[in-house]
């Protein structure tokens, strides 16, 4: 079984770390020789139609797909996901070789503001920002391609290399109890750990469904998050009020009837595990 990893970043070599004992694992991104010696490094862009072609045709079973933007701008986000997703179509009409999964990574950016209630699956998605609005549309393109395809919307994706919120909360940073503002989270390596679960998953002859919400099980609002990362790190805070776009709470539900469980259940798992690294 071949699995192609492509953008492959820190969380693709999550995931591939979990699954390289048992299947071949390649990466398919700009600068290849960034990975680690257990990924087969292939160099290209998603951009590349023809390259894209040639490396499909090298008979991949899957396509995980982890794409990080070049700059947080309409532009840079409509060519890390919208032109990719296209691509990624053309492509596979063009390759001799068609993978009987992609597997791709979006964001619980796509729902918008939702007051604060629970968002799952079966919510209604209406993003407010041109990031959520270009990932649903890359989305739309992954569902229809022509194998089964699976969408995996993370939330708040923290670990490390990604401590915005404790160095927010060093410089006395916090957030007021009322209205509330909502956090959901997951921890980097659970996030690989999702996405080389739902691939055994698929090997072992279990349909996936069409979508999964990946995100722990303990939305927090920033002002409780804020409070005990502060008592955890021996920090004041200073209330700053701030504002909130999207404000919801993301049901894990379907993804924990798969059978995963997280490796950080809740951000007090996870902080403690990043804050005791540092």
């Excluded at 995931?15 to 390289?20: C, E, G, T």
């Excluded at 020789?33 to 290209?44: K, N, S």
Aim: glycine share 8%; with cysteine.
């Amino acid at each position: 079984m071949k699995i192609l990893f492509a953008g492959c970043g820190d969380i693709g070599c999550r995931a591939a770390s979990r699954l390289v004992a048992d299947f071949t694992c390649a990466g398919f991104k700009r600068n290849p020789q960034t990975l680690p010696d257990f990924i087969q490094p292939l160099a290209g862009s998603m951009a590349d139609r023809d390259r894209l072609v040639d490396v499909l045709s090298r008979g991949f079973d899957i396509v995980v797909a982890s794409l990080t933007p070049d700059a947080f701008s309409e532009e840079g986000y409509r060519r890390a996901y919208v032109d990719s997703a296209k691509t990624l179509a053309e492509a596979m009409t063009l390759s001799e070789s068609v993978p009987k999964l992609v597997i791709w990574v979006s964001s619980t950016s796509v729902y918008g503001d939702n007051n604060g209630e629970w968002v799952d699956e079966q919510s209604v998605t209406e993003p407010q920002s041109f990031s959520g609005k270009l990932l649903l549309e890359a989305e739309q393109h992954i569902a229809n391609l022509p194998c089964a395809s699976t969408i995996v919307r993370f939330s708040g994706i923290y670990g490390p290399g990604r401590t915005r919120m404790l160095d927010q909360i060093r410089a006395g940073k916090g957030r007021p109890a009322e209205p509330k503002q909502w956090s959901n989270r997951i921890y980097s390596e659970d996030c690989g750990a999702v996405l080389a679960h739902l691939v055994r998953r698929f090997v072992d002859g279990v349909e996936l469904d069409g979508l999964y919400i990946a995100s722990d099980s303990e939305p927090v609002t920033q002002h409780q998050l804020r409070k005990w990362l502060a008592a955890q790190l021996g920090v004041t805070l200073q209330e700053e009020h701030s504002e909130q776009k999207a404000i919801r709470r993301c049901s894990n539900q379907r993804l924990l009837d798969t059978g995963y469980q997280f490796l950080y259940p809740s951000y007090r798992d996870g902080y403690r595990a990043l804050i005791d690294q540092q």
